[in-house]
C-alpha cells in the first residue's frame, strides 16, 4: 500500500495513483537502464523554485570519466582528472557530468529551496 500524501504538495494528483505507481513500476523494471521518463510531475511553482535552486544556488563538481574500452581505463570508476581527460583522445572521453554536491552557504543561511 503507497501512502501519497507527503507528496501532494510537490506532485500533481494525477502521479499520485495506485495504478498509475503500478505503471510507472512496470515500465521501470521493464527498461534495461532503469530509467523512467516523466511529464509534468513536479507541480509549476515546485519546478520553478527547484529551477532556481538547481540554476543560482547549488555547488557542483565536474567528474569526468573514461570510456571503459579506453587503454587509460584502470578501475571500476575510471573517473579521472580534467588533466587526463584533456590528455586522452577524444574516442577515450566516455562523459563528464556537473555532479551536485549541495547549496552554497549563503543559500544555507537563507532556507534557499522554500515551497
Known amino acids: 500500500m503507497n ?11 494525477r502521479h499520485l495513483v495506485a495504478s498509475q505507481a503500478e505503471t ?8 534495461p537502464v532503469r530509467m523512467l ?8 511553482d515546485v519546478a520553478a523554485s527547484l529551477g532556481r535552486f538547481l ?4 555547488n557542483y563538481r565536474t567528474v569526468y570519466r573514461l ?5 587509460y581505463w584502470l578501475n571500476s570508476s575510471a573517473r579521472v582528472s ?5 590528455m586522452v583522445d577524444e574516442d577515450d ?3 563528464s557530468l556537473q555532479l551536485l554536491i549541495g547549496p552554497d552557504a549563503r543559500s544555507r543561511l537563507r532556507g534557499c529551496l522554500k515551497i
Open 55 to 58: 540554476g543560482r544556488e547549488a
Open 24 to 31: 510507472y513500476r512496470a515500465d521501470f523494471s521493464g527498461n
Open 37 to 44: 521518463h516523466l511529464t509534468d510531475f513536479l507541480k509549476e
Open 3 to 13: 501512502d501519497f500524501k507527503a507528496l501532494m504538495d510537490w506532485t500533481h494528483p
Open 82 to 86: 580534467k588533466d587526463i581527460w584533456r
Open 67 to 71: 570510456h571503459p574500452t579506453s587503454r
Open 93 to 95: 572521453r566516455f562523459y
